[in-house]
């Protein structure tokens, strides 16, 4: 299958610093795709530099190239654009805290200039039905999205993502602030999502990344270590340092 | 250490240190409490100066509108329409140029611009209020002129009898509008400073949670910065009217203290601090002189009621937990 996202000899820097060393990677569509590596490797460093979010950081760089679909994102395209094909979720649930539960799931589509109150609603509803949550809110969509709770906020956030139907989901430890049983929701989630979207995750729970995951890509000081399918990485890996970081000998 | 039990000793340190709190908390409580007895006693002041003013008039006095003191007649809603009408139409337009200098200044300006610039607006809150208006007489007063003649003196207003009673009696450039353009001027180092600090506290996810969604930079300001902000810049915005409603100086400067309800822009009214600045010292008899004292206390009262007014509101729309 033809890759939907390909990166090939990707270096990040922050101002002199090499933080991203030289990555080759292809994802194909409708997978989910598990970052690995201990903590300050690179992951997010490089998920950011997928939907160009390094244009908002003074100092940060990148080169190389990345293609979506074939395009160049770095090339002759806005990035307002490359971000709505590509969208985002954070470590910590950040929801619009002056908007109600509806407005923040649409937000993106007013973005896109969609005003009609019936499209709306019906996007709302099928967004907050894919992040598993609409049974929770459907009687409190123009209460305040701060009232809800942190696991029910991030996939509100989940749920705003999905909103533009992006090609590409970028999820940034998106379980890290959350209970388990938030964590379990959001993780039955993705295999459900896949159909549509396709699934970046960075994450440092490995039973999350075995669970979850189609391919997984083991980073380490800003190398990519190694990058195959899931249960290939995580039973029989061809490099050590993969090795010892999967079974917990270091890291 | 005095005391030759060793078991003393902590208590001893603790006696001593809750004896410094004990003096500490007095201190405190006594210079409270003065600020409370100093609040009392002004208003108590304004209450007795104003009684011979409430006795003659009652309820009426705010909405009477003569002020005439060859007749000995008296009401506040002239200056009471005055102070609003000023104070609201300089927030007007200070409000949104004072945001727009924030959003500049944080989120577009280098920082070698942004620097000096957020400085100089702060600077202008330094300003003492009789340079401003000396500023306003000189170069505000012969451009409001020149304003009113360009829309007054065309051919088809003056040459059209029906049509004349639109053209001010008196062209002075002093009056209103004068008094509404110094106003914002200087009111805007207010909400322009607080709303700086507040935009500069919006979190970095809120604004790459906007980004990430397909928004543009002003979409970003608009619909993620500015709603996180709204609290501390409306914050920002009360200081500017307390300011805009207590400003005497200037106003009393500009706007030609002619004590009658407004009747247009380019026409000369007062404020409730303008007429207290003009006519206090010169005030004829006792009623004159305890009228102004009542203006004084009303004025006093509009500002606690906006200020009460202004927290009610801040509590709604603050943020929660943040501002
Ligand atoms: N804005 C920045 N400016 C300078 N250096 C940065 C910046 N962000 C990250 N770095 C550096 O880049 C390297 C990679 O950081 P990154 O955040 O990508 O790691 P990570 O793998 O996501 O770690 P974690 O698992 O802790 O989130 C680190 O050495 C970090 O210190
Ligand atoms: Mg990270």
Redesign the pocket.
């Known amino acids: 299958m033809n890759p939907i996202l390909r990166a090939r000899q990707v270096n ?1 820097y ?2 002199d ?1 090499r ?2 060393r030289d990555i080759d990677l292809d994802i194909a569509p409708n997978t989910v795709n598990a ?1 690995i ?12 530099a997928l939907n160009r979010m390094h244009d908002l ?1 003074p ?2 760089r990148v080169e190389g190239t990345i293609t979506l679909d074939g395009e160049d994102i770095y090339g002759d395209v806005d990035p307002v654009s490359i971000r709505r094909r590509i969208g985002m979720v954070f ?1 910590k649930p950040n929801p619009f805290p002056t908007m109600t539960v509806l407005d923040n799931v649409v937000a993106g589509l007013k973005l896109a200039g969609i005003r009609d109150r019936g499209t709306l609603l019906e996007v709302a509803e099928r967004s907050l039905r894919q992040a598993a949550l609409w049974d929770e809110v459907k009687d409190r969509l123009n209460t305040p999205a701060t009232g809800l709770s942190g696991g029910q906020q991030q996939r509100l956030c989940i749920a705003r993502a999905l909103s533009v139907e992006p090609e590409i989901l970028l999820m ?2 998106p379980t890290s602030a959350l209970d388990p049983q938030s964590t379990a929701r959001i993780e039955d989630l993705m295999s459900d999502l896949k159909k549509d979207v396709t699934i970046i995750i ?1 994450t ?1 729970n490995m039973h999350q990344a075995a669970r979850v995951s189609d391919t997984t890509s083991f ?1 380490l000081i ?1 190398d990519l270590v190694e990058h195959g399918p899931t249960d290939q990485i995580f039973t029989n890996p061809r490099d050590e340092r993969t090795e010892s970081y999967v079974t917990g000998r270091f890291g | 250490m005095r005391e030759t039990t060793p078991s003393v000793r902590p208590r001893h340190a603790a006696g001593a240190s809750s004896r410094g709190d004990g003096l500490f908390r007095g201190v405190i409580l006594a210079l409270a409490l003065a600020i409370v007895v100093v609040f009392v006693l002004a208003l108590y002041q304004l209450v007795a100066g104003s009684l011979p003013s409430i006795e003659r008039y009652g309820f009426a006095f705010l909405f009477r509108t003569t002020w005439n003191n060859v007749t000995s007649e008296f009401g506040a809603l002239p200056f009471i329409i005055g102070t609003l009408v000023t104070s609201f139409a300089a927030l007007l337009i200070a409000v949104p140029l004072a945001i727009a200098s924030a959003v500049f200044v944080t989120e577009y300006a280098p920082r070698w611009l942004a620097e000096p610039v957020g400085y100089l607006v702060e600077l202008l809150a330094a300003i003492p209020s009789v340079i401003y208006g000396l500023w306003a007489l000189f170069v505000l007063k012969p451009l409001v002129v020149q304003l009113g003649t360009w829309i007054f003196y065309q051919p088809w207003i003056v040459q059209n009898p029906s049509l004349k009673w639109l053209v001010p009696s008196n062209l002075a450039g002093l009056g209103l509008l004068t008094a509404i353009l110094i106003l914002a001027i200087m009111v805007i180092p207010y909400t322009a400073s607080v709303a700086r600090d507040v935009i500069r506290l919006v979190p970095q996810d809120q604004r790459e949670a906007m980004y990430a969604l397909g928004a543009t930079k002003w979409e970003v300001i608009r619909s993620a910065i500015l709603p996180f902000a709204r609290a501390g810049i409306f914050g920002g915005v009360i200081l500017s009217l307390g300011r805009a409603l207590g400003e005497t100086l200037a106003v009393t400067m500009v706007i030609g203290n002619d004590p009658k309800i407004v009747s247009g822009l380019f026409n000369p009214t007062a404020t409730m601090s303008s007429i207290i600045a003009s006519e206090f010292n010169e005030a004829v008899n006792n009623l004159q002189r305890s009228s102004l004292i009542e203006i004084g206390l009303l004025l006093f009262v509009i500002s606690v009621i906006v200020n009460y007014v202004a927290r009610l509101v801040i509590a709604r729309i603050t943020v929660g937990g943040t501002s």
């Open positions: 990040i922050y101002g610093k933080a991203v970052l590596g201990p903590s300050g490797c690179g992951k997010t460093t490089f998920l950011r950081t100092g940060a470590q940034d430890e960075v440092h980073f800003g």
